[in-house]
């Protein structure tokens, strides 16, 4: 199956681009969300 994959994406090389997108976003949103939750709530940042 993994043959058979990696040999669609070499043909289609742009069936990656959407997917490889979301999960970028993705993990920036939550990386953002992190920092700001924690600027918010961390009372060692409160000076």
């Not at 994406?9 to 969300?33: D, G």
Request: proline residues 6%.
């Amino acid at each position: 199956m993994i043959s058979e994959g990696i040999q669609g994406l070499r043909s289609y090389p742009h069936l990656i681009l959407f997917p490889a997108l979301a999960m970028t976003l993705t993990v920036l949103v939550f990386n953002f969300l992190g920092d700001g939750l924690r600027d918010a709530l961390d009372p060692k940042l409160k000076d």
